[in-house]
């Protein structure tokens, strides 16, 4: 299938890496389904292309999603490649962030690509193929402290896809996890991020260095998602793409010091862990 008959449909397009992924797609040849929940916003940055459709969708709404794919398939007629990118990012410590807090992080970067995913798949499925990838994190590796609700939602990201892949591969459709580091964004901007109010004396201080840290963060991230995008279009050429992605040197490091910590843990308790079976096993 040559680029011009391929179809993206890319979630959170309006900003951020989603804008990336729309102009990489797009200049690759393809044609390209750009949702968000601000369709205006997402018009004016790309202005007209035969080869864009603009679609209004908030991930959190299946009925945003179902209306969004159908109308993908109403205009281009398939969906080859999904790119779950909507994205917010809720920080604090897990006794100060509210249920409804944690609640909007889960609908927002777990729900949020079920319900897309869910209504993509019978196109792919009637198809015999498509790939699709989910940008997960660091965070969705190893958790981190002040970042209890964003690991959450990344590590139950995580669960899912690996357990999605082997109930989809038989379709033709691949599956990528992507964990990028930390890339200059809109993720840790106003518009995206959200602090839990102080309430608990105990976490004084720490509370204040964490969220500085972050607030320092913001548009001084060392990964350039302009490659990113790059990198997913290539990713999405191979005939057996890679099943995760680990993006950027800070990602490669999340990922090495996991692998060394559950080695060691392993060591520690191999004897207790291995003896558990009955006698008679």
Same mark, same amino acid.
């Not at 209306?67 to 410590?93: E, P, S, T, W």
């Given at each position: 299938?040559?680029?011009?008959? *391929?179809?993206?449909?890319?979630?959170?397009?309006?900003?951020?890496?989603?804008?990336?992924?729309?102009?990489?797609?797009?200049?690759?040849?393809?044609?390209?389904?750009?949702? @968000?929940?601000?369709?205006?916003?997402?018009?004016?940055?790309?202005?007209?292309? +035969?080869?864009?459709?603009?679609?209004?969708?908030?991930?959190?709404?299946?009925?945003?999603?179902?209306?969004?794919?159908? %109308?993908?398939?109403?205009?281009?007629?398939?969906?080859?490649?999904?790119?779950?990118?909507?994205?917010?990012?809720?920080?604090?410590?897990?006794?100060?962030?509210?249920?409804?807090?944690?609640?909007?992080?889960?609908?927002?970067?777990?729900?949020?690509?079920?319900?897309?995913?869910?209504?993509?798949?019978?196109?792919?499925? *009637?198809?015999?193929?498509?790939? =699709?990838?989910?940008?997960?994190?660091?965070?969705?590796?190893?958790?981190?402290?002040?970042?209890? %609700?964003?690991? %959450?939602?990344?590590?139950?990201?995580?669960?899912?896809?690996?357990?999605?892949?082997?109930?989809?591969?038989?379709?033709?459709?691949?599956?990528?996890?992507?964990?990028?580091?930390?890339?200059?964004?809109?993720?840790?901007?106003?518009?995206?991020?959200?602090?839990?109010?102080?309430? =608990?004396?105990?976490?004084?201080?720490?509370?204040?260095?964490?969220?500085?840290?972050?607030? @320092?963060?913001?548009?001084?991230?060392?990964?350039?998602?302009? *490659?990113?995008?790059?990198?997913?279009?290539? =990713?999405?050429?191979? +005939?057996?793409?890679?099943?995760?992605?680990?993006?950027?040197?800070?990602?490669?490091?999340?990922?090495?010091? *996991?692998?060394?910590?559950?080695?060691?843990?392993?060591?520690?308790?191999?004897?207790?862990?291995?003896?558990?079976?009955?006698?008679?096993?």
């Amino acid at each position: 299938m040559t680029n011009h008959n *391929k179809v993206w449909f890319i979630t959170g397009a309006g900003r951020g890496m989603g804008v990336e992924f729309v102009k990489a797609a797009l200049a690759a040849g393809y044609k390209v389904v750009a949702t @968000g929940r601000y369709t205006e916003k997402i018009a004016k940055v790309f202005g007209d292309n +035969e080869n864009l459709l603009v679609v209004k969708l908030d991930v959190t709404s299946p009925a945003d999603a179902e209306a969004a794919v159908k %109308a993908a398939v109403d205009k281009f007629g398939r969906i080859d490649v999904l790119v779950n990118n909507a994205a917010n990012f809720f920080g604090g410590y897990f006794e100060e962030l509210t249920p409804d807090q944690i609640d909007v992080q889960l609908k927002t970067a777990l729900i949020g690509p079920m319900n897309v995913t869910r209504k993509v798949l019978p196109v792919m499925r *009637k198809q015999r193929s498509g790939h =699709i990838i989910s940008i997960s994190s660091g965070a969705g590796l190893s958790g981190f402290e002040f970042n209890s %609700a964003y690991a %959450a939602s990344k590590f139950g990201l995580e669960g899912w896809m690996e357990s999605l892949q082997p109930e989809v591969s038989p379709f033709g459709i691949h599956t990528t996890i992507v964990n990028p580091g930390m890339f200059r964004t809109e993720l840790l901007t106003m518009e995206s991020a959200t602090y839990a109010v102080p309430l =608990i004396e105990d976490y004084s201080g720490r509370r204040e260095s964490n969220q500085d840290a972050y607030n @320092g963060q913001n548009r001084k991230q060392a990964g350039d998602p302009v *490659k990113l995008a790059e990198a997913l279009i290539k =990713i999405a050429n191979e +005939e057996q793409p890679p099943r995760r992605f680990i993006a950027g040197a800070d990602a490669v490091g999340i990922a090495e010091q *996991k692998i060394a910590d559950l080695k060691a843990q392993i060591n520690a308790y191999r004897d207790i862990s291995t003896s558990m079976a009955h006698e008679d096993a």
